[in-house]
């Protein structure tokens, strides 16, 4: 089981920055893959980002695409989402989450995921808010 605590969020200007931490707890962290989804005020959640087990592999909304980067330390149990250019579209609740490796040929591997449903667990949230 893992848990996973959101921080960094917070107002910031539109052209600004912010630098999104999950910290996790648990086991086997580093055998997760890490998404990064948001929930704009109204809206569905959303995948932002998402990172495999080794850091080796990522994967990018189109609208993130190039402003936002993903990173992970699993010494530190930590994946950072460093957020630039921020516009006021970007603004939502900002959740990381863990989906489980799966087991194939006697090999855990990650299956990279954008839908929700597929991840097995979920930090609070963090509010960002970019003011135009």
Same mark, same amino acid.
């Given at each position: ?9 917070? =107002? ?7 630098? =999104? ?45 190039? +402003? ?17 250019? =921020? +516009? ?25 995921? +954008? ?18």
């Amino acid at each position: 089981q893992v848990q996973l605590v959101e921080s960094g969020g917070g =107002l910031v200007q539109a052209g600004g920055s912010l630098r =999104l931490s999950c910290a996790a707890s648990g086991r086997n962290f580093n055998t997760y893959y890490i998404g990064w989804f948001r929930q704009p005020p109204g809206k569905e959640r959303e995948f932002v980002a998402g990172i495999n087990w080794s850091g080796g592999t990522t994967d990018y909304a189109n609208s993130v695409k190039v +402003r936002f980067t993903i990173s992970r330390d699993n010494a530190k149990k930590m994946v950072v989402l460093q957020m630039n250019s =921020l +516009r006021p579209e970007d603004t939502a609740v900002y959740y990381c989450a863990a989906e489980a490796p799966y087991l194939g040929g006697g090999y855990l591997y990650n299956e990279p995921s +954008r839908g929700p449903s597929n991840y097995d667990y979920w930090g609070q949230g963090t509010q960002v808010t970019v003011s135009s």
